[in-house]
């Protein structure tokens, strides 16, 4: 750690993917113009070039209209499109005015089976990915298994519905029964996962599944549950990349096998696109698969960058190539270069309800003094100084806000947090927070 607090020094990332040249070439004879749709163009800025056709275009917070369902339109232009979330019905979906254009995107009934956290345990034990011990309580389920009992007399469960949303309201961490019990009450309609709690170090493992095999690229150390960033416990706040030196021996090939693995199912189910497992590595260095999740992830904008520099396509381009092309002819093995920057990134959450304010604008900064950050020339991520940050705004000023809701993504050159659970910031990566977080003004009478 050096004397600003920050982890630095060099990481062993070795994702896996499709050459960057063959893989472009490729998307350039399946389509014209590929338009990525999301709050904002954190994920494509490190795509540069390498994706042909390219453009980003915002998609609003809030839904403009009824929500329908996606995957079923063929499109009749060599035009697509792309999103983060395409199951995020709270948001705008701008794709629907666009007749000429096809979203590509897994069936949603495909999507709601992935993502579905009962459903889950299934897919990792035929992928013969470790889980760790739950059990389904039944909706409106009174008693506890004995099951739940025995493992709250060692530690924590972990509460979860089986339809998660995308920032984690949907998980709870629960150290009694009577706590359980609380809990559970206000999803007693519904059935509800319970698992054994795992201790160890969350991690992220990125793919995408093709019509011939499964690509898997960058893991990364999960950042959940950071208090000073307005977040819950369980909630998504970022993630820093993670080498192979990082953790336990064979751990980071263990967590790309699972994925891979998962990936493989995911195909035999009718999935095709990115996607990614949530996982906990514990302190043998075993890998407890928790999560798939059945879309892009936030980690990708840090993925793409290294990507880009190892000569390979960026997964925003591996998963249109995987919906139009076999991928086999394109592939190509990661560069292990142990020199790659350890690139990571944040997210801060309003805490209250109301109005945003104090939005900073999207751009690069430099902080010049300790609590003063300037806007600088805008620059990619792999080129960022060690006193520069990528601001990345996910809410408007004046836009409606409740607790949770994500405010600002921040991404740096070097890591904001050591490499354990639960992560400590650094003292620069706070410096840059309190310099930049959003607040909620209080909702006028009319607005309440």
Request: aromatic residues 4%; charged residues 20%.
């Amino acid at each position: 750690m050096d004397d600003h607090g920050r982890v630095d020094g060099p990481v062993r990332v070795t994702p896996h993917g499709v050459a960057a040249g063959p893989g472009s070439a490729a998307l350039a004879t399946a389509v014209d113009e590929v338009v990525w749709y999301d709050r904002s163009a954190f994920i494509t800025a490190a795509c540069g070039p390498a994706i042909p056709g390219l453009t980003y275009r915002p998609r609003p917070r809030h839904a403009t209209g009824p929500a329908v369902g996606h995957g079923g339109r063929p499109g009749a232009g060599r035009r697509v499109s792309v999103t983060f979330a395409p199951e995020d019905d709270g948001a705008a979906r701008p794709w629907e005015h666009d007749p000429a254009a096809r979203l590509l995107a897994p069936p949603r009934p495909v999507a709601e089976w992935a993502a579905d956290k009962i459903n889950a345990v299934s897919v990792f034990r035929a992928a013969g990915a470790r889980t760790p011990p739950s059990v389904v309580l039944p909706a409106g389920a009174t008693t506890v298994p004995d099951e739940v009992s025995g493992w709250l007399r060692d530690g924590p469960v972990v509460l979860q519905r089986r339809a998660n949303n995308l920032i984690g309201r949907g998980t709870r961490l629960v150290r009694a029964e009577e706590e359980l019990a609380e809990a559970a009450a206000p999803w007693s309609g519904e059935p509800l996962k319970v698992s054994r709690h795992v201790p160890g170090l969350p991690i992220t493992v990125s793919g995408c599944v093709g019509r011939d095999v499964t690509v898997v690229s960058g893991v990364s150390h999960q950042l959940v549950g950071i208090a000073e960033l307005g977040a819950g416990w369980g909630t998504h706040c970022g993630n820093q990349l993670l080498g192979d030196a990082d953790v336990p021996a064979g751990s980071a090939a263990r967590a790309r096998s699972a994925c891979h693995a998962v990936g493989e199912r995911l195909r035999a189910r009718g999935f095709l696109g990115a996607f990614g497992i949530d996982a906990v590595l514990d302190r043998d260095g075993r890998v407890w698969a928790v999560e798939i999740n059945p879309r892009f992830q936030t980690v990708v904008s840090l993925v793409h960058a290294v990507e880009v520099g190892r000569g390979l396509l960026p997964l925003l381009g591996v998963h249109v190539l995987a919906d139009l092309a076999p991928l086999t002819p394109v592939l190509a093995a990661g560069d292990p270069d142990p020199s790659a920057p350890p690139f990571s990134q944040l997210v801060a959450h309003f805490a209250d309800t109301g109005r945003a304010r104090g939005v900073p604008e999207t751009g690069c900064y430099r902080m010049v003094a300790p609590g003063d950050v300037r806007r600088v020339a805008d620059r990619a991520l792999s080129r960022l100084g060690p006193d520069e940050a990528l601001v990345w705004a996910h809410a408007a000023e004046g836009d409606p806000v409740g607790p949770g809701d994500e405010a600002v993504l921040v991404q740096f050159g070097h890591r904001v947090a050591a490499v354990e659970h639960p992560p400590r910031l650094t003292s620069d990566a706070r410096a840059w927070l309190d310099a930049l977080r959003p607040t909620a003004r209080p909702l006028a009478g009319r607005d309440r």
